[in-house]
């Protein structure tokens, strides 16, 4: 069994919730969106260093 692990602003109900996103274009969402979350911006930059590994952008 495949376990995704994908956050609640990316991935609901079994689907992705931006669909035609680009790798690019996601980094900087989540970066945006951790940092309005309170997150440092540095720390921010390190939550999404290895995001085209995941296997949606496979």
Do not use: N
Not at 1 to 6: G, S
Not at 15 to 42: A, H, N, R, Y
Request: hydrophobic share 35%.
């Amino acid at each position: 069994m495949k376990v995704l692990c994908y956050c609640k602003h990316c991935y609901q109900e079994g689907e992705f919730t931006q669909k035609d996103i680009s790798v690019d274009e996601m980094k900087q969402f989540v970066k945006d969106k951790c940092i309005e979350m309170g997150f440092p911006k540095l720390l921010a930059g390190m939550f999404v260093k290895k995001l085209h590994k995941l296997e949606r952008w496979k």
